[in-house]
């Protein structure tokens, strides 16, 4: 601060440039940058610690200071001139980025927004109580330009997130005065708020107001009959201004949303006045949305509803907001509703104007998303019948609307209006369809009066014909297909549900008749993407054929008929050699993912076993010969991969073959031989480096998760394959071998899905076929050790975790045979040099390096998974006994002479009552003693004379 000062004092350019410099020392305390990426988080939460505690409150009293002289000389100040504005734009970023600091260390995401806590420490209480730093920024906003104040309101934002335990009861409730204070004389005077960066940061205070406190205590604020009217008043004219910072209006309705979501626990005994005011809110919203249809479509302007993410994020606030005076808001609805579908009626009917059609259907698209929310915002504890009539209602005109556009598809529907349509019926299935709704419930006498639909039956065949008829005639648009199979599958999904979907005639003609001559989804004539859809369409198919399906094999081969067929004529065509057209290849695509999605589905042993004996032996070797065509393609051999690693996983235990079945067998050889099948040929494809995940990492990582799949299933005696000669263990096995050594190390950890997969495969290999791993070439064996030792200090917690459990395995498999080294055996023999003892006895740097990692990260690190850390540490130590102890004198050496005794007492404390074996009981002793060296090296670590010098700095780092 002091080499700062210099700059303080001279000229407003110097002032600027030491502001500055302050300002990003105080950002780059929040973040690691690259170069310090390989530094631990620990040590950086401790610098940042020690930043926040000596200097931070003191930058931010330095920005307060100089921004309330700047405010007191506001006539002398030039906006124009760049030197002035300048400084003050780099005071108040500086006040900004002492109030966004990270203060314990939670590293929020700054995109997840926003309605976070303010943790600002003790220390800060006088700078809040004394209230001048709050009316300071409101008065900065009002007396700086446009370019400025947004600045301001953003620190106000901040400030109005202060954590509620920093004040008691009282000092809240005036905090809490003045702010509202503040925000309600801005709505009297919202010139300003014109500025779209202004607006913006308004719309978040206001957010904010809610986010933090209660709604029992803002009515108690001074006034706040007026203020809640302007903030009323102010989101109903947002609203109606919709092309106006369209992303600010997620705040305004977020404070409505969480208002209204509290009213049942306000206890206080002033009015919310939210009965009056929210209708508005409501009727605004609504109104305003319908009213841009019209202007979108005569001025071509970007339709908001094409962004879909942003509709689903302000319907979700719309459906608690509406249930306030929810009668109003039905009433709303049925009155637009009737006049729009009238009116849509007629322009079908005698069709006149193309525009007036597109813009009847964009307003009817509005309303049936928002009928949807509407019913979706039910909540049980605060419902009652009046509101399930209304409901019934508003069902009753949707399906009405729905008969009549599935009426016309045949002259071409309306894309968006079936999407708002697939919107509503998930809303209503949440709500009204499943084990737990009231069957009285009065939707249901509503349908029943007015359509005729008198229980839930009715409505789901209702619901699957729009499944049938969406599939039939929506097979080119994607989105809907999607949508459309998301919902067969939810319903899929219910134990009763699913029951009562099985009586119904439509379900039958489903489960009859899936193919591409009634789903033209389901033909080759699609593209490669909208295909993917396929599987959860037959998981959907295999969960309601199963409910009745039993043991009834004829069923069962009626249901695979399709694909029977498809199976036959792919099997003659491969006979022939014709293979070489994109029919035949997306036919294999298609197969592989039907096959997958019933699989999935049949997790059942008897389905199962029908299911494997229908594939095998007949149809795997087509699948085999597939890949051997297409390997270089994953478009093709991804979903074959992928079929195959489903297959072989024992899902709900449905793998359990009788004792006399060889199934278990020759369901892993089908694995082995897809694998070799695929592994050998991909390692000879080179592709350039930025489609090296897509077209080869991917696959290989499906081929690894394969095999742990099929290694940890347990329906397999892997002994049987060595004592009978067959090699599909030993290829398998050697194929993973030399296709993990075609991944550059960098990568295993920069692709997520790649490095769970490796190394959890890698633990089930260390667990049960340690022998394999103890004969593989000492290359092979050194790039394995080095690749736990990078995962050991991985951000993911689950590969960490699986590391250490394969490191404990290789430890204790060397620890036993290290013990036994140069014992006689049973038979009197000594034992032959083991070759991982040899690579172990030559490089023995590699172990005592995992060592310093582990114990590095128990004593410095924020180690989460410190029990699975603890196994493998205890073997380490016990076979570097010379080393560990060289270690642990180097630390403590390190160390301030007042704190050299205690270090040596906690490291004699840690291998305290600790024999010379790795038996259950030892390590679980050793591991108690971890857990106390652990807290008191943290302990001793938070006092003020850490010093981590030299070799404890090489150490920590390294």
Known sequence: MSDVNKFLRGSAEQCMVGIQLLSQLTCEMNQISEADVSRSLTKHRKIASSFRDNQLFEFFQLS????????????????????????????????????????????????????????????????????????????????????????????LVQIASVRRSLFNNAERGKFLNQLVSGVRKILQNPQELSDPNNYHEFCRLLARLKSNYQLGELVMVDNYPESIQ?????TVESLQMWQFAPNSIHYLLSLWQRMVASVPYVKATEPHLLETYTPEVTQAYITSRLESVAVVVRDGLEDPLDDLGMVTQQLEQLSVIGRCEYSKTCQLLVQVFDTDARAYQELCSNLTSKIELTIAEGRLTWLVYIIGSAVGGRVSFNSNDDHDAMDGELVCRVLQLMQLTDSRLSQGGCEKLELALLSFFEQFRKIYIGDQVQKTSKVYRRLSEILGLNDESMVLSVIIRKVITNLKYWGSCELIINKTLQLLSDLSVGYGTVRKLVKLEEVGFLLSNHTAEHYPFLGVNVSVTEMRCRSMFYTSLGRLLMVDLGEDEDKFEAFMIPLTNAFESLGQVFSSGNYNTEEVRKTVIGLARDLRGIAFAFNTKTSYMMLFDWIYPTYTPILQRAVEIWYQDPQVTTPILKLFAELVQNRSQRLEFDVSSPNGILLFREASKIICTYGTRILDVIVPKDQMYPMKLKGICICFNMLKMALCGKYVNFGVFRLYGDEALDSVLNTFVKLLLSIPQTDLLDYPKLSQTYYVLLDCLAQDHMSFLATLEPSVFLYILASISEGLQALDTMVCTGCCATLDNIVSYLFKKFTHKGKKSRGGSVPENDPLLAVINHRPEI?????????????????RNQWSMSRPLLGLILLN????????????????MDKRAPMMGWFESLMEGIERNLLTKNRDRFTQNLSAFRRDINESLKGPNVNTTSSLNDMMTS
């Not at 302007?230 to 102010?234: G, H, N, R």
């Not at 006994?881 to 301030?896: C, E, G, H, T, V």
Request: hydrophobic fraction near 40%.
């Open 881 to 896: 006994a010379d080393y560990f102890q060289n270690l642990r004198d180097q630390i403590i050496a390190s160390q301030p």
């Open 847 to 863: 172990l005592q390096q995992m060592l310093q990692t582990v114990l590095n990260i128990i004593m410095f690190e924020d180690c």
């Open 64 to 155: 307060s200071n100089l921004l309330s002289t700047a405010l007191e000389n506001k006539k002398n100040l030039d906006f124009n001139d760049s030197a002035q504005h300048g400084l003050l734009t780099q005071l108040l970023r500086l006040a900004h980025n002492c109030l966004t600091f990270d203060f314990i260390g939670t590293s929020t995401d700054e995109s997840s927004d926003d309605l976070c806590t303010v943790q600002i420490p003790t220390t800060w209480r006088p700078a809040f109580l004394e209230y001048s730093t709050l009316q300071l920024f409101f008065d900065l906003y009002f007396s700086l330009p446009s370019s400025l104040s947004p600045h301001a309101l953003a620190c």
């Open 230 to 234: 302007l903030m009323a008043k102010f």
